[in-house]
């Protein structure tokens, strides 16, 4: 079993849509936990940190069960310029050491 | 502004040459990481520091050695390339301690072996 675990879609929604992404962590010793934008052929960027309590930035709300031990990134009124894949990403040991999820794509459609 | 910037984007070498990816960073930060990124296969770690002269090795360190002379500098040496590293090559930085922690990427380096 993979460790952090996310469906890769590919999510095609249309302008305006509401989308969720789920994703499932397996080590129960996880403390940090983070969504992460990709870009076709670019980088991937700090998308938010997802808190315990739950955190929202404009559009984009994070959720973290850790009974369940999933995480999920909620999107509000989609735009075309969200079209990407989101990376889920958990933290599990003091080093800093990321496990990164494969990504779940999500295409915006006019 | 985090800055982690890459030597490179694009590189191509030939089979058998010593290739050299420098990654530096300006924050101060105590990790630096290399990940190799190819479809299907998401991010993968070859090498991890977190401090000067320290390494420990990712999930693939096969083929591959870093140096780290300075905090601010992390190098991935591939010793004698081969086809099969072809890949995106991603450095990344972080503060060491504390929750909360995100790595901070560079552009990435687009390396051919031919």
């Known amino acids: 079993r993979k460790e952090v675990e996310q469906d890769p879609g590919p999510f095609n929604v249309p302008e305006g849509a509401t989308v969720a992404f789920n994703c499932t962590y397996s080590?129960?010793?996880?403390?940090?936990f983070f969504w992460y934008r990709q870009d076709c052929r670019k980088e991937p960027k700090l998308l938010m940190s997802?808190?315990?309590s739950g955190n929202e930035d404009g559009r984009f709300t994070a959720q973290l069960n850790r009974v369940s031990q999933y995480i999920s990134l909620l999107i509000r009124d989609s735009k075309l310029s969200d079209s990407a894949t989101y990376l889920c990403?958990?933290?599990?040991?003091?080093?800093?050491?990321?496990?990164f999820g494969q990504g779940t794509t999500l295409q915006v459609k006019p | 502004d985090v800055k982690v910037t890459q030597s490179s984007r694009y590189l191509v070498k030939r089979t058998g040459e010593k290739v050299f990816l420098e990654c530096v960073q300006d924050?101060?930060?105590?990790?630096m990481f290399w990940y190799r990124q190819d479809p299907g296969l998401g991010l993968r770690l070859i090498y991890f520091?977190?401090?000067?002269?320290?390494?420990e090795k990712g999930d693939i360190p096969e083929g591959y050695s870093v140096s780290r002379e300075k905090k601010e500098r992390f190098s991935l040496i591939l010793e004698s390339a081969s086809t099969n590293q072809t890949s995106m090559y991603l450095c990344?930085?972080?503060?060491?301690?504390?929750?909360?922690?995100?790595?901070?990427f560079g552009d990435g380096t687009r390396l051919s072996i031919l």
């Open positions: 924050m101060d930060h105590e990790n």
């Open positions: 990344a930085s972080s503060f060491l301690q504390g929750r909360y922690q995100p790595q901070h």
């Open positions: 990403v958990v933290n599990h040991s003091n080093t800093g050491k990321l496990i």
């Open positions: 080590n129960s010793a996880s403390q940090s």
């Open positions: 520091s977190y401090d000067v002269k320290m390494k």
């Open positions: 997802v808190y315990s």
